[in-house]
């Protein structure tokens, strides 16, 4: 069965400080992968997602970023965070479909990561 | 542009009284609508994936439904352990893949 783990659970950091959240998926090959923020009272914002190694594609200019160093790795990085950056940020993967081949779409959630910039 | 609309923001049953909650939808080409359960401090969980019109899954006490414009997730007989914010989504096409279109979820408090 196919399983996602992020980390930090939680994290706390400073303006201005830099901030790296991983996520990896275990029991799949090639999947979709993608960044979601959820802030307080807004719904689920993608930000980034990915269809393979190196494959990025940007949702919502910003000062974050992302990248896809192996095939079940997906990295949301940050520069300087700014207090807007705050929220729970979360990966998801969907499985890839091969060319000509039907999507389901569904996507699969990570715990989440608590992120809070003071 | 896709939008997607759910009702009411939040809900408030005794345990046993069944109601719906509501989503609505536009978007071009429907292309599949999902409910996801969301527990505080947790990520979403898959319930179902809805297709076309009339379409109708069931999980336990959830039944989800679907017609050309909106999806209803009926909660029969809800028990405490139903409580957490529930979230629809559909698919919207972009350049190099698909992401989905949330609603901002409807948050059900059952209480015993």
């Known amino acids: 069965s196919q399983t996602i783990h992020q980390w930090p659970a939680t994290l706390v950091q400073p303006v201005g400080s830099p901030l790296s959240l991983e996520c990896t998926v275990e029991?799949?090959?090639?999947?979709?992968l993608y960044w979601y923020r959820q802030a307080a009272g807004r719904g689920l914002q993608l930000l980034f997602y990915?269809?393979?190694?190196?494959?990025i594609s940007s949702e919502v200019p910003q000062n974050l970023s992302a990248s896809r160093p192996q095939d079940r790795q997906f990295i949301l990085s940050s520069k300087k965070l700014l207090l807007s950056d705050s929220g729970f940020y979360l990966c998801?993967?969907?499985?890839?479909?091969?060319?000509?081949?039907?999507?389901?779409?569904?996507?699969?959630f990570g715990p989440g990561t608590r992120l809070t910039v003071l | 542009e896709d939008q997607v609309t759910q009702s009411p923001e939040a809900l408030r049953l005794q345990e046993g009284e069944s109601s719906s909650l509501n989503c609505s939808y536009t978007?071009?080409?429907?292309?599949?609508l999902f409910w996801y359960r969301q527990d505080p401090g947790k990520g979403p969980e898959f319930l179902f994936t809805?297709?076309?019109a009339g379409e109708e899954k069931e999980k336990e006490r959830l039944k989800a439904t679907l017609t050309k414009k909106e999806s209803f997730l009926h909660i029969t007989a809800p028990k405490p352990e139903d409580s957490a914010t529930y979230l629809c989504?559909?698919?919207?096409?972009?350049?190099?893949?698909?992401?989905?279109?949330f609603g901002k979820g409807t948050t059900l408090s059952v209480s015993s």
């Open positions: 989504a559909v698919p919207a096409f972009n350049q190099a893949g698909t992401a989905l279109i």
């Open positions: 029991g799949t090959s090639n999947p979709n």
């Open positions: 990915s269809v393979g190694i190196g494959q």
């Open positions: 978007v071009s080409g429907l292309r599949g």
């Open positions: 809805l297709y076309s």
């Open positions: 998801a993967w969907s499985p890839w479909v091969q060319a000509g081949g039907v999507s389901t779409d569904t996507q699969y």
